[in-house]
C-alpha cells in the first residue's frame, strides 16, 4: 500500500549489496531507516562511511537484525542474564549440543519477527522437524538457528528505551500475552515494583548505549 503514495519505489532484493547500494546512491535519501531483518547491513555500513544518515546507526541495525550477534553481545560482551543457549547449522551439531541446553528447550531461526519459525523441543525426536520449521520459516535464508533453554518467567514486558542528546529515556513498561508461542495482546503500562523497574532500565541502557545512534529502541 505504501508504494501506491511514496513519491519513489523500487522493488529489489534488499540482501544483495549492490542492488541495495545502487538504488540508495541513486535516490540520495536524508535518511536510511532499515525496517526489515532481510537486508544487507554490511552494504549500510558502507553507506554510512560514505557519509549517509542510518537511523539508529548501521551498527545497531547489523548488529539487531541477527539473534545470534544480539545475543552474544548481550551476553557475553555486556554480561547480561539471558537464557541458556547455542548456535548450530545442522540437525547433528544440535544434536551433539542439546546436552547443554535440556529438554524442554526452543529451537529459533536466527532471523525472524513474531515467533515465526519456533518450535518447543520436548526429546531427541523433535529435532529434525524442528530444524526444517526454522529454516523454512526464518528470514535472510540463513540456515542457522538458536536453540534455548525455557526459562521460568512470570510475565514478558518491552521497555522502550529513547537514546536522545540529553541521555537515554524509557517509557512506562508494556506487557504481552502470548498462546502457544503467538502473540495475542499487549497494554501499557504494565505494572512492575520499583527494584524489578530499576535493573529492566540497567539492562536496557548497557545494550542501548553500546548500539549507539539516537532514537527508540
Keep these: 500500500p505504501a508504494m501506491a503514495i511514496a513519491q519513489h519505489k523500487a522493488v529489489i532484493d534488499m540482501r544483495n549489496g549492490e542492488e541495495l547500494m545502487r538504488l540508495i546512491n541513486d535516490l540520495k535519501p536524508d535518511y536510511i531507516i532499515p525496517e526489515i531483518e532481510a537486508i544487507s547491513t554490511e552494504t ?5 562511511r560514505k557519509g549517509f544518515n542510518v537511523v539508529p546507526s548501521a551498527y545497531a541495525a547489523n548488529i539487531t537484525m541477527n539473534r545470534e550477534s544480539i545475543r552474544t553481545l548481550a551476553a557475553e560482551t555486556l554480561s547480561l542474564p539471558t537464557s541458556p543457549y547455542f548456535f548450530a547449522s545442522c540437525d547433528e551439531e544440535i544434536l551433539e549440543k542439546i546436552h547443554l541446553i535440556g529438554f524442554p528447550c526452543f529451537m529459533k531461526p536466527i532471523m525472524s519477527s ?3 519459525g519456533q518450535t518447543l523441543l ?3 525426536a523433535d529435532i529434525e522437524t524442528a530444524f526444517e520449521t526454522a529454516c523454512q520459516n526464518g528470514r535472510g535464508g540463513l540456515k542457522r538457528v538458536i536453540v534455548e533453554g525455557m526459562g521460568k518467567f512470570d510475565r514478558e514486558i518491552t ?3 529513547v537514546n536522545a542528546v ?3 529515556h524509557f517509557c512506562e513498561p508494556i506487557g504481552h500475552h502470548q498462546v ?3 502473540y495475542h495482546e499487549s497494554w501499557q503500562p504494565e505494572a512492575i515494583s520499583g527494584e524489578l523497574l530499576l535493573e529492566c532500565k540497567r539492562i536496557a541502557s548497557a545494550v542501548v548505549a553500546t548500539l549507539g545512534g539516537f532514537g527508540i529502541f
Design 114 to 116: 513474531s515467533g515465526k
Design 122 to 124: 520436548k526429546s531427541e
Design 180 to 182: 502457544n508461542g503467538d
Design 166 to 168: 540529553d541521555g537515554i
Design 44 to 48: 549500510l555500513i558502507e553507506l554510512e
Design 159 to 161: 521497555l522502550l528505551t
